[in-house]
């Protein structure tokens, strides 16, 4: 399996522009995470997934911030407008579900610059 | 919900000596804690877990130690070398399997 796969790598885009960041899960994995890294704030968990529907997304900082999973091969994570402090690393993971908790594999990320 | 509190934010060792990161939990009904070291510029990649049934687990020179009762656990590194160099992040999981990470320890191993 290709693992999660993330696009863009790297984005720069103006303050006010729309930024759509799209993940890929591994194939059969049926939890879907959406982090931001930052140095100031660490890892945060933004929004998940179960089965394509969204479960806690008590971590989305605000109204610019949505996120969506179509089917079970796609999410996507919108930021509009963009602001500078949304600047940061974004991760997509994904598992299966487990008794005692299974692995939980990232993307290479998304990073994120805004101007 | 879950918080996790990691120390220390930052450790210095000598290449061949042993690194111990603590972290605590808050929610007992957590029940899957994992460790991922993160090199600058990448991914997080799991490194060792270990399941609220077990109280340790060894991998090589990796080792964790999980105590219930008193909600922490550890990560033990022996013989470092300089390529542990990373960030190494503790997690807990909650119900429903969402993932509450520490702050991260930056380890440095100098040779």
């Known amino acids: 399996d290709a693992g999660v796969i993330q696009s863009p790598r790297h984005e720069v885009t103006e303050m006010g522009q729309e930024v759509t960041l799209r993940c890929k899960p591994i194939?059969?994995?049926?939890?879907l995470f959406w982090y931001r890294q930052t140095m100031m704030r660490g890892l945060e968990l933004l929004i998940y997934f179960n089965n394509n529907v969204p479960i806690d997304d008590s971590g989305m900082p605000e109204d610019r911030f949505s996120a969506k999973m179509p089917n079970a091969s796609f999410s996507t994570l919108k930021i509009q407008p963009s602001e500078p402090r949304d600047s940061a690393v974004y991760f997509c993971?994904?598992?299966?579900?487990?008794?005692?908790?299974?692995?939980?594999?990232f993307g290479e990320g998304s990073w994120l610059t805004v101007v | 919900g879950e918080n996790v509190e990691q120390h220390p934010s930052t450790l210095s060792v000598q290449e061949g000596d042993s690194a111990v990161i603590k972290c605590t939990y808050s929610d007992s009904a957590s029940n899957y804690f994992p460790w991922y070291k993160q090199e600058l510029g990448k991914r997080p990649q799991l490194i060792i877990d270990i399941r609220s049934n077990v109280g340790e687990k060894k991998d090589q020179r990796i080792a964790v130690t999980l105590n219930k009762t008193a909600k922490h656990f550890s990560l033990h590194i022996t013989e470092t070398q300089p390529e542990d160099s990373a960030v190494y992040f503790c997690a807990a999981m909650e119900y429903g399997n969402k993932l509450v990470f520490g702050a991260g320890t930056i380890l440095r191993v100098k040779s």
């Open positions: 993971a994904s598992t299966s579900l487990g008794q005692f908790g299974n692995t939980i594999y």
């Open positions: 194939s059969g994995h049926d939890y």
